[in-house]
């Protein structure tokens, strides 16, 4: 587990220790614009509106200035701004739950929030948002009194648009911290991608072939990415529960090949506390006693050549001494609870079949 690096904007779900939390709450207590009201009574005069009280949000609409700017209630302001739309892409993610897609860019600056009208429809250009057009084979639904469009096509949005800007490494960061948070699973995802009529789908698909709805962390996937394509390592295991030969639990690792005996922790800011440290080094040690290799990621550097470069060096000399200290004495399955993805409480949810 690890903390998330640059910027963060108001609303963004990550603990005051560093931890990374996927999943960021429904919105709840957004503010609707309301016009200007002479009376006073539905919304702020002409001479209350010019004042420090109030907010403008766009034509005709203004929030009491006391209004939080958070990801939700922008996106709200600029849907409000637009009638007739339907909030699409990263925002539709944010609004089913994936505190990852926080409308930031990397270099802090804030993205257009993506909004789909009717194709032939005249829009004027505004900043803080962008009109999407394409014939969008998906339905519609509230979300906060707001339209957005269904979970599985608001993905497919948002991971072309991942894809354009960043490539495909960084769309399966995305789609990972989609699945982790729960907002949409990955076969949701499929299906609505073998409807779209975008381009890009072929590496849509290619980034989705490698999203694993078990990690928990943007650097996680990242570091899991430099296993496989730096390294050329089998695709691990992804937080495995390990076990003593007798069934009792030791630790739950980000990255796990069993094969090799070869385990990858990514160590974000919440690991540097003294006590958590302390923490670190038992787990560790009780790992090794089992034959077991572990390899540290410290915070840092996986959005870098330089920084990928190093993680591979780390991981690659880790490699080569679980292959000369041979098989170890462990488990993959035992006693005590399984931890359990948030795709997987969402199957079970909507199938109470799923784990029986």
């Known amino acids: 587990m690890d903390d998330v690096h640059g910027p963060r904007s108001p609303g963004t779900i990550t603990r005051m220790d560093g931890l990374f939390i996927p999943r960021c709450p429904s919105p709840r207590g957004l503010v609707t614009p309301v016009p200007v009201d002479p009376d006073g009574w539905a919304g702020p005069t002409r001479g209350q509106a010019r004042g420090p009280s109030w907010r403008r949000v766009g034509p005709g609409g203004y929030v009491p200035s006391t ?6 209630q922008r996106i709200l302001e600029e849907w409000h701004n637009l009638p007739g739309s339907v909030v699409t892409g990263w925002a539709a993610c944010r609004l089913w739950g994936a505190a990852y897609c926080d409308g930031l860019a990397p270099d802090g600056s804030e993205r257009p929030v ?11 250009p505004r900043p803080g948002r962008v009109v999407v057009r394409r014939a969008v084979d998906a339905g ?11 979970p599985g096509a608001a993905a497919v949005e948002a991971a072309v648009e991942e894809v354009r800007r960043r490539g495909i490494a960084e769309t399966v960061v995305l789609l990972d911290m989609v699945a982790a948070a729960g907002a949409a699973l990955p076969e949701w995802i499929s299906q609505a991608l073998d409807r779209s009529p975008l381009h890009h789908r072929s ?3 290619a980034a989705l072939a490698r ?5 928990c962390s943007p650097n996680e996937t990242r570091m899991r990415l430099v296993w496989e394509d730096l390294c050329g390592l089998p695709a691990p295991l992804v937080n495995q529960e390990v076990f003593t030969p007798e069934g009792r639990f030791v630790a739950r690792v980000d990255l796990l090949d069993p094969a090799l005996g070869l385990v990858g922790e990514y160590d974000g800011a919440a690991h ?6 302390a923490r670190d080094v038992a787990r560790e040690s009780a790992l090794r006693d089992l034959g077991l290799e572990v390899v540290r990621v410290v915070a840092g550097g996986l959005t870098s050549a330089t920084g990928r470069a190093a993680a591979a060096t780390l991981i690659r000399r880790g490699a080569a001494r679980a292959r000369t200290t041979g098989p170890g004495s462990w488990r993959l399955t035992g006693t005590g609870p399984r931890w359990q993805s948030a795709c997987e409480g969402l199957r079970e949810q909507l199938d ?5």
């Open 352 to 356: 109470p079949r799923c784990g029986t």
């Open 140 to 150: 519609l639904v509230h979300r906060g009194r707001i339209d957005v469009l269904v």
């Open 114 to 124: 993506p909004l789909w009208v009717p194709k032939g429809r005249s829009v004027r």
């Open 272 to 277: 540097r506390t003294a006590r958590r440290h």
């Open 211 to 215: 999203c694993s709805e078990r990690s």
């Open 67 to 72: 209004v939080v700017r958070t990801v939700e």
């Open 203 to 205: 590496s849509v698909r």
